[in-house]
């Protein structure tokens, strides 16, 4: 059974910097397709950034490119989303995301964390 479990969210003010981690279980962790998405109150879900298995790409929404970097540790089985310059507008839940077909050829995504609050003041 596929587990995500995130952990690292928090408080922190605006410029400031947090890393988010998911720690996965139950599967071949190498082979996933690996993702970040966020869910501001009252705002739809919205994708963050995506990890290639392997790590050899990334790829960023918008918002976050240049502040933020995706990564992952394959002995660890855990990704991460290092954040920073962080402004009061990237609060939000964080969600880790997987799945096991081809990155970037579905729009729903095989299995979720539970979520960790990223809250920024200004």
């Known amino acids: 059974q596929v587990q995500l479990v995130e952990s690292g969210g928090g408080s922190v003010q605006a410029g400031g910097s947090l890393r988010l981690s998911c720690a996965a279980s139950?599967?071949?962790?190498?082979?996933?397709?690996m993702g970040w998405f966020r869910q501001a109150p009252g705002k739809e879900r919205q994708w963050v950034a995506t990890?290639?298995?392997?790590?050899?790409?990334?790829l960023y929404a918008g918002s976050v490119k240049g502040r933020f970097t995706i990564s992952q540790d394959n002995a660890k089985k855990t990704q991460y989303l290092q954040m920073n310059s962080l402004k009061p507008e990237d609060t939000a839940i964080y969600y880790c995301?997987?799945?096991?077909?081809?990155?970037?050829?579905?729009?729903?995504?095989?299995?979720w964390g539970q979520g960790t609050q990223v809250t920024v003041s200004s």
């Open positions: 990890i290639w298995p392997g790590g050899g790409r990334t």
């Open positions: 995301a997987a799945d096991s077909r081809p990155c970037m050829t579905y729009s729903e995504w095989g299995y």
């Open positions: 139950g599967y071949t962790y190498s082979s996933y397709c």
